[in-house]
């Protein structure tokens, strides 16, 4: 599986950006999806995630209520709706496939077998 994000960009405080990942190679209803984001001088860190099912999704502490991750998989494309973005929202975002990721291992890159090139999301104050 082939993806890339889309969607970065430079947006103010209290704004919004809707992120894409495409996919391509095979489709990706077989798969777990995951976002994750990387700042400059930090660790990756999971963002959100949604299961093969649609049915669950699992965000991290510092998104909850503002992200909403979605799928179509008629598309072959995940999204990551972000709202009222912050300061520390900005990092690089990074979508990924995962054919055996579990709830339990959804927060984990190590449980993901591919990824796409990042999309730069910066948020100024």
């Known amino acids: 599986v082939q993806l890339q994000a889309s969607g970065g960009g430079l947006v103010q405080a209290g704004g919004s950006l809707r992120l894409s990942c495409s996919a391509s190679?095979?489709?990706?209803?077989?798969?777990?999806m995951g976002w994750f984001r990387q700042a400059p001088g930090k660790e990756r860190e999971f963002v959100a995630g949604?299961?093969?099912?649609?049915?669950?999704?699992v965000y991290a502490d510092s998104v909850k209520g503002r992200f909403t991750i979605s799928r179509d998989n008629a598309k072959n494309t995940v999204y990551l709706q972000m709202n009222s973005l912050k300061p520390e929202d900005t990092a690089v975002y990074s979508c990924?496939?995962?054919?055996?990721?579990?709830?339990?291992?959804?927060?984990?890159?190590?449980?993901?077998?591919?990824w796409g090139q990042g999309t730069q999301v910066t948020v100024s104050s």
């Open positions: 949604i299961r093969r099912s649609e049915t669950i999704e």
């Open positions: 990924a496939a995962g054919g055996g990721v579990i709830i339990t291992t959804m927060r984990s890159s190590s449980a993901y077998d591919y």
């Open positions: 190679g095979r489709t990706i209803s077989k798969y777990s």
